[in-house]
């Protein structure tokens, strides 16, 4: 039961983090068009937030790995600092995020911003609140105890 309750713990928390980075994206990319003249109506608005959701699955599945890293590197610095428990998965979500926005970065976008929500110091913020995020609900909804 209590893996049971983990994975269920781990899906709410990719759930949540790539949701937010998913609005993030969206926001911060819509912010860069309209910095240089380009308008949407709030129905295009509403059709490229639902589009991106659903289309930036791939980033999906990349923020999912990239918790499960961050997670299982929480459980074991919380282990070896346990003033640091309380804080562990929120501050290692935001960590994994910020290590895939680099490695993707630097090993397959050469500098050219590939993910578009995170070309700025903001939008890589934003990201990383993403992950803080899903860090949080995995701390809140994961068991506890021996």
Do not use: D
């Amino acid at each position: 039961m209590k893996i049971a309750k983990t994975v269920i713990a781990f899906i709410a928390a990719v759930a949540v983090a790539y949701s937010l980075a998913s609005v993030f994206y969206t926001m911060r990319t819509l912010a860069a068009h309209s910095a240089v003249g380009i308008q949407y109506t709030q129905a295009q608005q509403i059709e490229t937030y639902l589009a991106n959701f659903t289309g930036l699955w791939i980033y999906g599945a990349l923020i999912a790995i990239a918790l499960l890293a961050g997670f299982v590197v929480a459980f074991a610095v919380k282990k070896l600092l346990p003033a640091l428990a309380p804080v562990a998965y929120p501050v290692a979500g935001g960590a994994a995020i910020y290590v895939l926005l680099t490695l993707v970065e630097t090993q397959l976008g050469g500098g050219a911003g590939i993910i578009g929500g995170a070309r700025t110091g903001l939008g890589v913020a934003l990201q990383c609140l993403a992950g803080l995020a899903g860090g949080l609900v995995f701390a809140v909804l994961r068991p506890r105890g021996r």
